[in-house]
């Protein structure tokens, strides 16, 4: 989702400095995993290419391979053809835009390997942020119009001309380039640095499905149709947490519509009920319009710590049926924090630039971790043993 630099940026980010720039707000740190720089997808809605990418370079510093910048264009460039190519196959019955999902860059690695940021910026048309209105408008009406299938045949040159239009876009793809002071491939870099599609898993929880068994989830920008394996919620919360404890980061996936999840940093779920929010005199409440009522309780959540809503498993499915939680956002969770009540919160760095009080961090609740998640990707090796065994590892 953004830039880089290393252990500079993670002693910078620590969080008795950021604490300071939401006085209602005090953090302390109970874990923190190294993370590289905030990065900033632009106007492109590739956050997953971005949270993808950051939990990649996130593994390599734990893998004691040193600090390294990739490129979220290539990913992006690879995947649209991918996209392009099965849209065409089911007749135009497939989501084609600029979404994807972390199964997007994880499921890929070994076939497609990765490039670093400075040899594959895709940035070839004039901009020097990512800006991808006309790239998806381009794209997506070239794979309608052959989708269309006007001739009554589909010509077996389409994919050249789409081919042609990501180059244009992004920049061919390097056969090999220097890199370190070496000659690679994409898949030769990547095997180097022991980044293995097999390591990883995707984890949801909801109950349309069986406990333990892996199923397609149903979101549009799952158009590869990648599995995820389904656990009890406070299960994956568990998976969350031995991850973080034991110095892997979270490729999350998330729902930042709501109320809670501020611009300035603070994502939670408030319970718009309690007294402690509301007030026990609600008649400030009364007369109110939905939105002036949201904008006070986004006010609130600004001004310091909130009483949430306590999540259940049925919460979540509700939410997920009715379509209130949709796959909005991904980012990565990279450590654990407690304010000053003892409420844990994580940690999670966005791809929005320096966005916000926290210069692009932002601090989840459990709660709403708990709730809004529609899936994550983790390292195998960070499952908590009891759990790996019911899903077979």
């Known amino acids: 989702m953004k830039k880089l630099f290393i252990l500079p940026l993670f002693l910078l980010i620590t969080l008795s400095i950021y604490a300071q720039d939401n006085a209602g707000y005090q953090f302390t740190v109970v874990k923190e995993n190294p993370i590289t720089s905030i990065k900033n997808q632009g106007n492109s809605g590739t956050c997953w290419s971005f949270s993808g990418v950051a939990f990649l370079e996130s593994e390599l510093l734990r893998m004691n391979k040193g600090e390294h910048d990739l490129s979220e264009m290539y990913i992006v460039r690879r995947n649209y053809a991918d996209k392009a190519d099965k849209y065409v196959r089911v007749g135009g019955n497939l989501n084609f835009a600029q979404g994807g999902a972390f199964a997007d860059v994880v499921e890929t690695l070994n076939e497609y390997g990765v490039i670093p940021n400075d040899t594959y910026a895709g940035l070839n048309y004039g901009e020097t942020l990512h800006n991808h209105g006309e790239v998806e408008a381009a794209l997506s009406g070239y794979v309608k119009g052959i989708s269309a299938n006007k001739n009554r045949r589909i010509s077996p040159v389409w994919a050249i001309g789409f081919n042609g239009a990501l180059d244009a876009y992004f920049g061919a793809i390097p056969k090999d380039f220097q890199y370190q002071g070496k000659t690679y491939t994409p898949q030769s870099l990547a095997q180097s640095l022991g980044l293995d599609s097999k390591n990883y898993v995707s984890v949801t929880s909801f109950t349309h499905h069986p406990f333990y068994a892996p199923f397609a989830l149903e979101i549009p920008d799952n158009w590869r149709w990648a599995l995820s394996y389904n656990v009890p919620v406070d299960e994956m919360i568990q998976i969350i947490d031995n991850a973080i404890n034991n110095g892997y980061t979270v490729?999350?996936?998330?729902?930042?519509?709501?109320?809670?999840?501020?611009?300035?940093?603070?994502?939670?779920?408030?319970?718009?009920?309690?007294?402690?929010?509301?007030?026990?005199?609600?008649?400030?409440?009364?007369?109110?319009?939905?939105?002036?009522?949201?904008?006070?309780?986004?006010?609130?959540?600004?001004?310091?710590?909130?009483?949430?809503?306590?999540?259940?498993?049925?919460?979540?499915?509700?939410?997920?049926?009715?379509?209130?939680?949709?796959?909005?956002?991904?980012?990565?969770?990279?450590?654990?924090?407690?304010?000053?009540?003892?409420?844990?919160?994580?940690?999670?760095?966005?791809?929005?630039?320096?966005?916000?009080?926290?210069?692009?961090?932002?601090?989840a609740s459990e709660a709403f971790v708990k709730y809004k998640t529609t899936n994550i990707m983790v390292n195998k090796a960070a499952l908590p043993k009891g759990i790996a065994n019911k899903l077979g590892f």
């Open 251 to 363: 490729a999350w996936a998330t729902d930042v519509s709501e109320i809670g999840f501020t611009r300035n940093g603070i994502a939670v779920i408030p319970d718009d009920e309690a007294p402690e929010n509301v007030g026990s005199d609600q008649a400030h409440w009364l007369g109110l319009s939905r939105n002036e009522k949201n904008n006070r309780m986004k006010a609130m959540v600004d001004q310091g710590p909130v009483k949430e809503k306590t999540i259940t498993q049925e919460m979540r499915q509700i939410a997920f049926d009715n379509q209130e939680t949709t796959d909005d956002h991904g980012m990565q969770i990279y450590g654990i924090v407690k304010d000053q009540n003892g409420t844990k919160y994580y940690l999670v760095k966005n791809s929005w630039g320096e966005a916000g009080n926290y210069k692009g961090i932002w601090y």
